[in-house]
């Protein structure tokens, strides 16, 4: 709600949402298997606590896409005011190069502007990790367990890093 910009603030908003409704659904599924509920349908309920988990990761991941295109945005303008110096000669080119020239252009700014913002990355590799389960869940994207354990790992190791070191933490703008 604090955010600045428009799309940070409603998809934060939705997937803290969406967090909230899992939790419950994840409660409710506790009190199932510890028989508080015996009459609840355990496939139902798991089916919810999913699919509300996956909407609240892809709403983070499209948080993340957002900040992501707004830094490499940054970092375009940045490196065209640079380059516009008089000192500098225009780089030549041939034809086999401005093929594969938008391609490297835009692997090379976003690996920039990932780097450049470790936060941001460290956000971006955890939620990248965490969707792979619920993805394969809900059977849109079917992945052996070696890779879901390897995404999972890989988001663990992201949040670990989080918590030890807070400054690395993604801050709302």
């Not at 780097?115 to 969707?131: A, F």
Request: hydrophobic share 45%; net charge neutral; aromatic share 8%.
């Amino acid at each position: 709600m604090r955010a600045s910009d428009l799309v940070p603030r409603v998809c934060l908003t939705l997937a803290h949402l969406n967090r909230v409704v899992f939790f419950v659904c994840d409660t409710v599924l506790w009190g199932k298997s510890i028989g508080l509920a015996p009459g609840i349908n355990r496939e139902k309920w798991h089916l919810w606590a999913t699919r509300h988990y996956c909407c609240s990761l892809l709403l983070s991941l499209l948080r993340d896409l957002y900040e992501v295109s707004w830094r490499m945005e940054q970092a375009a303008q940045d490196r065209a005011v640079s380059e516009k110096s008089p000192s500098q000669e225009p780089p030549a080119y041939s034809v086999a190069d401005e093929e594969t020239e938008w391609l490297q252009s835009f692997l090379l700014l976003l690996f920039r502007s990932l780097w450049r913002h470790p936060p941001l990355l460290l956000d971006t590799v955890k939620n990248l990790g965490d969707i792979l389960i619920p993805l394969d869940q809900l059977g849109i994207y079917k992945s052996n367990p070696g890779v879901i354990g390897l995404g999972g790992l890989v988001s663990s190791i992201a949040g670990i890093i989080t918590t030890a070191w807070p400054h690395l933490r993604l801050k709302t703008p």
